[in-house]
């Protein structure tokens, strides 16, 4: 199953904006289970990272600080029609996920 559920390019004057959402749980480890009383254990993206035709043009270090089901919106100058973005995204259980983008 794809856990970047949605990614969109937008072509503006000046830059492109590229949003993505992805599917993740994006727990702290300091949460506890309503049921049980018992901490959830830790489970969040560390690293998410962004090349544009292979070169490497955002790279994030990630927390347990940020939502469940991440939304992140970046914009990059000097992008054009055809190009390949890739994200990929790897959490603190060594999961990940990648996809790639032709922008419009």
Known sequence: MATISKIKSQRLEHYTEIKLLINHAMENGRNRDAASGQLIPAH????LVIDLNGDIVIRAELGGSVSKNP???FRLKNVQ?????NV???DNLGLGDSVEHIVD
């Open 44 to 47: 969040f993206i560390q690293e």
């Open 88 to 90: 990929s995204w790897t």
């Open 81 to 85: 029609s055809g190009d390949r973005l």
């Open 71 to 73: 939304f992140f919106t």
